[in-house]
């Protein structure tokens, strides 16, 4: 019976006991052959770094080879603390002179764990400096890889058996999980590799050759077994191309697919409101501005659908360019709709989109300009009484432009021509929801995403890889530069008292301040609100994430600790996503109005909410939160044409993953850079989270920042075969990779429907 990649993996794993092969798919989650082979190593040892140790020297660093033939328990009382402690001692045949092994324990636990390692038979790597003792080599501080056991026979000194030291140049030492040793794998992905059927090669010749990529059933032998770096490097590249290419052809595929849709052209019309608008604006757009609006003009003035990623720095001016959009759409005859993450942002949204508008937005009565239309606002929150007319007025056609929340999504919310879709925080929305409300027009409808988290260029490729995308860099005039100081409290325990001067001092000058907590209450945190984790790394190279400290400052103890301490006698409010939609509304408007010197505050400000004279923000814990998020948060000041001032408090000491952080935010405002850091340092399901692109949690081989040039060729190369077959007829192998990869996608968003 031939052994192929999809076979089961018991095929191979031959006399494992039950035990061994539950580790292998419930601990690995491997279960077919081919997942086998497709679990390459993490690290290699390089053993032609392995030492002679013929002539050995005190002192001398030794990376030896060799198998332990005696190992023992040696239990004693501590002199120092007068407790039972113990320590393990193993002797280790090498090449040359045997060499002797101690380890200390404080417990018989880890004495236990010290004794299986060395157990006598096993077999592996050794690193450690040479000394002597009493007439013995020791070999001291010892690192050890162990790779084999023997059958733990004494032989002559010096005498190694053949397997041992037949290691190949390069050994692979693989991802594991507890009951599991790097051999056990390594054993078996040796049997696997010598009795499977050759694996299929998806990729075209023509294309391996122009790409430089090394056919698959070599890639296998080298990933497995290399004999050195450079062959490691080619494995490597192969499957991350592999990977690209087939998720560039899904994209590519879907982007295609979008464009054959036909879609109403929206021209704008005799352009009347949109020309108005412009008229009316107290400033000129930015060149960046006006090069997008034409880039999304030219899009709605096609008869595909539009489907493009707007993307760019804090206050760049997105929801103007937005707007525009909107307006074209409405001159065109159609709606538009703008769905936002928050009940607080749709609200900005639509008393900021008013306000810009004027007597524009009153179109339909008799405050309303001729050339207007009517905005209007859908929430969850609103009853069914506040919800009739509103939903009638959308119905009809009456209303031009629509601002909700998730509330737009629901079954009885009906449009007359829906024609455009803007979402604002695409990583907030997942595609059903997008697909939720597109679902809601004639034909299908223009489509446009803003983010506000810029997004390194293949990271848009990959995770919004269906989208055209354009980028705002420039900030419009009146956006002043904001300083950012980190307050380390462990430091300098004194300094909260002048974060609070500071806040008086800009009151004093007329300003307003606000004050971010990442709690509401106790332990409550707000809605989608996740605690920062910091990252060790272990003895194994694995990253291993640490809560961080509890007691995190909250709204309500904080207000309440202002209001009697530091800030007694200032006006303070307070806003979280506990309180009532009216409550929220009435506390926007009068921290907008100045009618608040402060406002406390979960990280519900953290988009879109836009006060001109706030100009200093206080972030409390700020090491609870993600680079990111804390990037938006201190875009909230600075954005009335006077200097901001964002101070991040913290107890975190210095050197640590959370403090990086803060140090990093408070280097740079440049967004790109900050994004680009924090991505890095996120695990790759963050990156590409099923519930923001739809698609699998995370690459297998591929990370969108480190292999960017083989993402822009796999790009390039998909291209290049959809524009010869969008359908890859002439690359059978390939195409069904696609299929696969498009029938995951289909089965997961059939799942969370």
């Excluded at 501080?141 to 026979?153: E, L």
């Excluded at 462990?490 to 806040?503: H, K, S, T």
């Excluded at 524009?723 to 498009?742: M, P, S």
Aim: charged fraction near 25%; proline fraction near 4%.
């Amino acid at each position: 019976m031939a052994i192929t990649f999809d076979s089961s993996l018991t095929t191979v794993l031959g006399a494992a006991t039950p035990a061994k092969r539950k580790k292998f798919s419930d601990g690995l989650g491997l279960h077919t052959v081919g997942d086998l082979l497709r679990h390459f190593p993490r690290r290699y040892l390089e053993t032609g770094s392995l030492t002679k140790i013929d002539d050995l020297r005190v002192g001398q660093m030794l990376c030896v080879v060799g198998e332990i033939t005696d190992c023992r328990t040696v239990t004693y009382n501590d002199r120092r603390t007068g407790r039972p402690a113990a320590r393990v001692e193993a002797v280790l045949r090498t090449g040359g002179p045997s060499l002797k092994m101690t380890f200390f324990a404080r417990n018989a636990g880890t004495a236990a764990w010290h004794a299986k390692r060395v157990a006598v038979g096993n077999r592996g790597v050794f690193l450690g400096k040479a000394d002597q003792f009493r007439d013995q080599w020791q070999l001291v501080n010892p690192q050890m890889t162990i790779f084999g056991q023997g059958d733990g026979a004494e032989g002559d000194e010096g005498e190694l058996s053949e397997d041992v030291l037949d290691l190949g140049a390069y050994y692979p030492i693989y991802p594991l999980t507890k009951g599991l040793e790097s051999w056990d794998v390594a054993r078996a992905v040796k049997f696997a590799r010598s009795v499977v059927d050759s694996p299929t090669e998806v990729i075209p010749e023509p294309i391996r050759e122009k790409y430089d990529v090394v056919g698959v059933e070599r890639a296998y032998d080298w990933v497995h077994q290399p004999e050195d770096e450079d062959q490691v490097e080619q494995a490597h590249h192969r499957f991350r191309f592999e990977e690209a290419l087939i998720t560039q052809l899904v994209l590519g595929r879907r982007r295609r697919a979008t464009r054959s849709l036909g879609a109403t052209a929206r021209d704008g019309g005799d352009g009347a409101l949109l020309a108005d608008f412009d008229g009316r604006l107290p400033f000129t757009l930015t060149a960046g501005q006006v090069e997008v609006g034409a880039q999304i003009e030219a899009d709605l003035a096609a008869p595909h659908p539009m489907n493009r990623l707007l993307q760019g720095e804090v206050g760049s001016g997105k929801t103007l360019v937005a707007l525009r959009a909107m307006l074209r759409v409405v001159d065109s005859g159609g709606q538009a709709a703008l769905l936002a993450p928050t009940e607080v942002l749709a609200q900005q949204h639509y008393r900021s989109i008013v306000t810009m508008l004027g007597d524009l937005a009153m179109g339909g009565t008799i405050f309303g300009s001729g050339a207007g239309t009517h905005v209007e606002l859908l929430t969850g929150s609103m009853n069914k009484t506040q919800r009739t007319a509103p939903l009638s007025r959308i119905a009809s056609g009456e209303a031009g432009i629509v601002i909700g929340t998730h509330a737009l999504l629901q079954d009885n919310v009906f449009f007359a021509d829906l024609g455009l879709v803007v979402v604002d925080e695409q990583h907030r929305f997942g595609v059903e929801q997008r697909a939720a409300l597109t679902d809601k027009a004639i034909n299908p409808p223009h489509l446009l995403v803003m983010t506000a988290t810029p997004i390194p260029r293949t990271v848009a490729m990959t995770v919004f890889g269906d989208l055209e995308s354009s980028t705002l860099t420039e900030l419009p005039a009146g956006r002043a530069p904001i300083q950012t100081n980190v307050v380390p409290l462990v430091q300098q325990p004194a300094w909260i008292d002048r974060v609070w001067a500071r806040v008086r001092e800009e009151v004093e000058k007329g300003h307003q301040v606000y004050v971010v907590c990442p709690r509401i209450s106790g332990d409550e945190a707000e809605a989608g609100q996740v605690d920062a984790v910091n990252v060790v790394i272990d003895e194994d190279g694995e990253a291993v994430e640490v809560a961080p400290p509890p007691a995190a400052a909250a709204v309500e103890e904080v207000i309440e600790q202002l209001g009697h301490g530091p800030l007694a006698g200032l006006r303070i409010g307070r806003l979280h996503g506990r309180l009532a939609s009216d409550e929220k509304d009435a506390t926007m408007r009068a921290f907008a109005a100045g009618d608040l010197d402060v406002l406390v505050s979960t990280t519900v400000i953290e988009v879109g909410v836009d006060v001109a004279n706030a100009t200093a923000m206080v972030i409390l814990d700020a090491d609870r939160f993600g680079v990111s998020q804390l990037h938006q948060l201190r875009g909230r000041v600075g954005r009335g044409g006077f200097p901001g001032l964002c101070l991040l408090v913290s107890h975190t000491e210095v050197g640590t993953p959370a403090r990086e952080r803060l140090d990093v935010v408070a280097s740079t405002t440049d967004g790109f850079l900050l994004s680009r850091f924090d991505l890095e340092q996120r695990r790759e399901g963050d990156v590409l989270g099923a519930s923001q692109a739809g698609r699998r949690s995370s690459l297998e081989n591929l990370r969108v920042l480190r292999d960017e040039d083989t993402i822009v060729a796999a790009r390039e190369a998909a291209e290049g075969l959809l524009d010869q077959d969008a359908d890859l007829a002439h690359a059978a192998e390939l195409a069904d990779a696609v299929l696969d990869l498009e029938r995951s996608q289909q089965a997961g968003f059939v799942d969370k429907s």
